[in-house]
Structure formats: structure tokens, C-alpha cells
């Protein structure tokens, strides 16, 4: 027999897995001696009370032992003589991508511009203690993608889109930590991501796939409306029936590529803001009742929107425990994000602050015609960028002079490793962006008491929300409506927005892909 049921713990209770057992066997009042096992199913902190507490769901076996599913990595077979298929990117969509091709049995091809996981570190380094940007390795470009070392946060909520569990499960087989299947808000961590996703390269070469770095996509080769292939470093032609773009939303150079090649494309939505940083104690004061944290409890986060006129503004990309890193693509651009490592041990809190951006909103850019997003949040990088010393220094306000309209006479202590600089963010951002946001913090601190204060800082700009471009596919093939064996594919395609939502978007495009190559018989 097996029971489920719900348990409230406090934080420390809940680190004791002999107090879960014994809390678990007195509620479902069965015989202690036929309990064989206590496994947890979800875990969740509920703050709303005067002291936080932890909501636990466990499943108690009674009479039988828990039997664990096999592992997904026992399914794979060796591709190497397989029907090949390219994916441009080694982020989440595009490695997640290259698993489910190999569990098809299908040999994935994987070309990305940027540098594996370990050599990217000396780039990160140079942006972040020299200001010195590559445009090919970065904090957006290279293996593993943006997410690899932004944060590691495995939360979504596209649980319509794809199998989230099985996401989880492959992470785990590669190295994450167990917890991220129960934790309601999962997270790696950028200390811990490298490894996994060096990993998963593993996984694919072992398996007979390929994975290529410094390989700069250049040309898709497209005839009579079917891709054959692609380019790489305009010199080698590399060809396949099947190629999945999974390049992430930063990569501008491959909207105007596919645009020069008469592949149509879709503007859409997008958002821009700011970071804003505060003491994460103050934030653990706000949510817990706790200025000083209890051991047992994790640096506490928050999730905040409002409407402003006719726009939405909201946080995104919640750091807690968190730091705050230069991540421009191309030198001459200042652009924020956040990230944490593991143990989300920072002295700070951060979150991207933004203020949706409609397609009305960009009638000063129409010249761009369907660029005019990617003009308008470049036109806002670079301004920034332009006013300070040519370094990756970030213009900065205190939270209450950003919203006075005045220059902080000093500035709070940061994360941000190039430093900050005080500015007049409310003069440097687009008008209709800093009116939105400083009427939004504003109502924030309404909801949530002592967010609107002088201790947080507003550091400009995070504008890399999602992409300005959407590359259209078919709902049911995942394919481009002109363009057959063409499959766009995670965020830079404007079909996600993070590592899992990626993830299974990677997941379904291979499936979609194998339908493609492979027809069922009718």
C-alpha cells in the first residue's frame, strides 16, 4: 500500500529525515513495523506566517518496497551509423535536443559558436575584471548557453509544454543533485551547472554524436524551400535533411542571416528594465520575520507585477543569495543579469525589473521594420554603455533617488564585480521604461513592506528578457512553415523562456524531427 499525504515542519525538523519518517507513520496511523520506506515527493517553504515553515508531500510504502524507475541513459544506443541531423547551439534546447535525438536513435550534430564550459571562464573573467567582451564566449554564448552561468534556476511554468520530470531526471543523471525533483523552486546553481553540462557533451560523444566549438554558423543552405545544410566559419559546408536552430535570444547576427536568406520571421513582444539589488537580509526580514536567517532556512526570494497604464511591469529572474554580472554580447553594449551559485550565500538579493514592451511601443523604430525591437533594446545598451568610461562599469541609483528623480550622493555596496557608478538612470532609459518602473517600485513596497528603500540599489539595464524576434513553425511538426527540415527551436526562436522550458522545447523539436525523417507508416 501506498499513502500519500501532506506534512508542516519547521526548517529545521525538516533537515531530519528521522522526524519526517516518525511525523509521516503517526499521520497515516499504520503500524511503524510495516512502514518500509518514507520517500519525499515535494518540498516547499511557506512563509506566510509569523515564522516560516516547510510544506513537505511524502509518500509512505507500507507492505512493499518503492521501485525506482529505470534510468533514461539505459535506453541509449550508439548513433554513430545513424541518419545525422545538425543543431546550432549547445544551450539547453539544443543539448536536450541532442539527447532525445539519440534516445530516437538519430545522430546529433551540435555546431556552436562560442567555447566549452571550462575555456568560457577566462572570457567571463575578462568582461568581468577587465570589460573586455567577446563577442563568440560570454555570458550568453558557449556551452551550456545563458543559463550555464546565470543562476542555474530550474523553475517553470510551462508544464503544458513538455515532460518537465523527465528534464529534471536527465539533469540528475548528469549530476545534479536529487533535490531539484522535489524542490518546488529548483536550483543548481553556476558553481554546479559547468560540470553537468560538461556531462551531457560526454553523454552525446560517448553515444556516437558530435559537439564543435568555435564554430560560427555563417550560411544556411537552403533550396528550393528545404534546408540541406549549413555553413560554418564561411569555409566547411556541413549537410543534413533536418537542422534545429537552438541558438538562444542574443544571437542577433542569425535573425539577419535568416532575414538576407528570405526566411520570414515575426517581431513580438519583449521586456527591458533594470537590476535591482538589496541587502538579502533585508529581503529575509521581509519574507521570514528573520534579519538573521535562520541555518535551516535558504536566503529567502520574492515574485512581484503590477500594472502600470496599459503595461504590465514585474520582477524576473529572482536571485536570492544572488549576484549581479555583466552579460553584453558585443563590446560597446552595457547589459545586466543575475545569477547565484548553489549554496546562495551572497550578502545580496537581486532581480531583473522590467516593463513589457509592445509592438506600438517601438513606432521610433520602424525604419527597422521587423528589427525594431532588436534596434530599440540595442539603442538602450549602448546609450548606457556610451555614458560611462568605456568599461563594463553600471550606471546606478539608489531605489528612492531613482524614483526623486535625483543623482545618489553615494550608492549602496554591490555584487556587481566591474562596479557601479551614480548616474541618472531615470534620464538614461527610454522615458515610457523609467516612468512605468518608477511608479511599479513604488507599489511593490505597498505589497511587500520595506522593498522601497534606500538600501537597494537600481542598476541598469537588464534587457535580455527574451528575444524581440519569433522564427514561426508549425504547431503540430515544429517546423517552419516555408522552409522544410528547418526546425527553430528554445528561447532564441521566442518558444521558451529558461533552462527547462528549453529544455522540453529541445525535447519536442527531436521528437518532431524523428516524426520528420522517420514517417510512421499510416
Known amino acids: 500500500m501506498i499513502k500519500e499525504l501532506e506534512l508542516k515542519l519547521s526548517p529545521s525538523e525538516a533537515q531530519d529525515e528521522s522526524i519526517i519518517r516518525n511525523r509521516a507513520i503517526q499521520k497515516c496511523r499504520l503500524p511503524a513495523d510495516t512502514v518500509e520506506e518514507v520517500r519525499l515527493l515535494r518540498r516547499s ?48 534546447a539544443g543539448y536536450f535536443a541532442a539527447l532525445e535525438l539519440i534516445e530516437l536513435g538519430l545522430k546529433p550534430i551540435v555546431f556552436d559558436r562560442g567555447k566549452d564550459v571550462r575555456a568560457r571562464r577566462r572570457d567571463l573573467r575578462a568582461i568581468q575584471q ?39 531526471r536527465l539533469l540528475v543523471e548528469h549530476g545534479a543533485k536529487s533535490d531539484i525533483l522535489i524542490d518546488a523552486h529548483p536550483h543548481i546553481g553556476s558553481n554546479k551547472l559547468p560540470k553537468i553540462v560538461g556531462n551531457i557533451r560526454s553523454t552525446i560523444e560517448h553515444y556516437g554524436g558530435q559537439v564543435h566549438f568555435n564554430s560560427n ?43 538576407q536568406k528570405g526566411v520570414r520571421l515575426e517581431a513580438k513582444p519583449y521586456a527591458l528594465g533594470v537590476r535591482i539589488e538589496h541587502p538579502q537580509p533585508l529581503i529575509d526580514q521581509i519574507q521570514y520575520n528573520q534579519r538573521q536567517r535562520e541555518a535551516a532556512l535558504p536566503a529567502s526570494s520574492y515574485r512581484l507585477a503590477c500594472q502600470v497604464g496599459d503595461r504590465g511591469v514585474f520582477s524576473f529572474c529572482m536571485c536570492p543569495g544572488g549576484l549581479v554580472v555583466p552579460a553584453a554580447t558585443a563590446p560597446g553594449e552595457l547589459v545586466v543579469n543575475g545569477m547565484s551559485m548553489s549554496k546562495r550565500d551572497s550578502p545580496y538579493a537581486n532581480s531583473g525589473t522590467v516593463v513589457a514592451v509592445e509592438l506600438e511601443d517601438l513606432v521610433p523604430f520602424q525604419q527597422y521594420g521587423i528589427f525594431a525591437g532588436l534596434a530599440f533594446q540595442q539603442s538602450v545598451e549602448q546609450a548606457l554603455f556610451n555614458h560611462g568610461d568605456g568599461s563594463q562599469q553600471a550606471p546606478a541609483q539608489r531605489l528612492t533617488d531613482f524614483v526623486k528623480g535625483k543623482v545618489s550622493a553615494n550608492l549602496n555596496g554591490s555584487s556587481y564585480i566591474p562596479g557601479l557608478y551614480a548616474a541618472p538612470l531615470h534620464e538614461l532609459l527610454p522615458a515610457s521604461i523609467a516612468d512605468k518602473l518608477r511608479q511599479a517600485v513604488q507599489v511593490f513596497g505597498q505589497k511587500m513592506k520595506g522593498y522601497y528603500s534606500e538600501e537597494a540599489n537600481v542598476i541598469g539595464t537588464e534587457s535580455r528578457t527574451s528575444s524581440p524576434i519569433r522564427i514561426p513553425r508549425d504547431r503540430d511538426t ?11 527551436a528554445g528561447e532564441g526562436a521566442g518558444y521558451a523562456g529558461g533552462i527547462i522550458s528549453a529544455a522540453m522545447d529541445g525535447q519536442n523539436v527531436a521528437r518532431a524531427v524523428k516524426k520528420f525523417l522517420v514517417p510512421v507508416p499510416r
Open 45 to 92: 517553504i511557506d512563509a506566510r506566517g509569523k515564522q516560516p515553515a516547510i510544506r513537505l508531500r511524502v509518500a509512505v510504502y507500507a507492505g512493499e518496497h518503492y521501485q525506482p524507475e529505470p534510468a533514461i541513459l539505459d535506453r541509449f544506443r550508439m548513433v554513430d551509423e545513424a541518419p545525422e541531423v545538425i543543431i546550432v547551439g549547445a544551450g539547453p
Open 130 to 168: 577587465f570589460g573586455e567582451v567577446n563577442p563568440d564566449s560570454n555570458y550568453c554564448f558557449g556551452e551550456g548557453g545563458a543559463g550555464t552561468y546565470s543562476d542555474g534556476k530550474l523553475y517553470t511554468r510551462s508544464h503544458k509544454r513538455g515532460n518537465i520530470e523527465k528534464a529534471m
Open 217 to 259: 554558423v555563417t550560411d544556411f543552405l537552403i533550396e528550393d524551400g528545404a534546408i540541406k545544410g549549413v555553413t560554418v566559419n564561411n569555409d566547411t559546408k556541413h549537410t543534413a535533411a533536418a537542422v534545429i536552430l537552438a541558438t538562444g535570444h542574443s544571437a542577433r547576427d542569425i535573425y539577419y542571416l535568416l532575414h
Open 478 to 488: 515544429y517546423m517552419h512553415n516555408e522552409v522544410k527540415g528547418f526546425f527553430p
